[in-house]
Nanobody, 124 residues
Framework: QVQLVESGGGLVQPGGSLRLSCVVSGLTFSDFAMGWFREAPGKEREFVGAASRSGAVTLYGESVKGRFTVSRDNAKNTVYLQMTTLKADDTAVYYC?????????????????WGQGTQVTVSS
C-alpha cells in the first residue's frame, strides 16, 4: 500500500521560511518523480514544483520560482519543499504526489498517488 505523509506545515509570518517533508512508503521511491501542489480555499489545485527521480532536474510553478526549492533524499524516501520569502498568497494546503513520467509535468493528472496534505498559513 502506497503512503505519502506530509509534515512541516504551520503558521509563519510573511517573509518567513518553512520546510515541508513528504515521506513515501510502499513503492520504490527512486523509480518515481515527485511533485508538490497546493490548494487554497475556492481555488484550483496549483502546481508548485517537482523533482526528477534522481533530483537532478526540477520544475517550478511561476508563482514560486526563485523562492521555493524541491529536493529529495532517496535513501530516506523523502522529498522536501523549502519555502522562503513566504507571502500571504502562499497560504494553502500543500500536497506531495508521485508520478511515473520521466518528463516532469505541472498537470495534476500526471500524478498517481497523493498525500493527505499539510496546512501552511502565512499571516502576521
Amino acid at each position: 500500500q502506497v503512503q505519502l505523509v506530509e509534515s512541516g506545515g504551520g503558521l509563519v509570518q510573511p517573509g518567513g521560511s518553512l520546510r515541508l517533508s513528504c515521506v513515501v512508503s510502499g513503492l520504490t521511491f527512486s523509480d518515481f518523480a515527485m511533485g508538490w501542489f497546493r490548494e487554497a480555499p475556492g481555488k484550483e489545485r496549483e502546481f508548485v514544483g517537482a523533482a526528477s527521480r534522481s533530483g537532478a532536474v526540477t520544475l517550478y510553478g511561476e508563482s514560486v520560482k526563485g523562492r521555493f526549492t524541491v529536493s529529495r533524499d532517496n535513501a530516506k524516501n523523502t522529498v522536501y519543499l523549502q519555502m522562503t520569502t513566504l507571502k500571504a498568497d502562499d497560504t494553502a494546503v500543500y500536497y506531495c504526489a508521485t508520478t511515473t513520467r520521466r518528463v516532469l509535468s505541472p498537470s495534476p493528472g500526471a500524478y498517481v498517488d497523493w498525500g493527505q496534505g499539510t496546512q501552511v498559513t502565512v499571516s502576521s
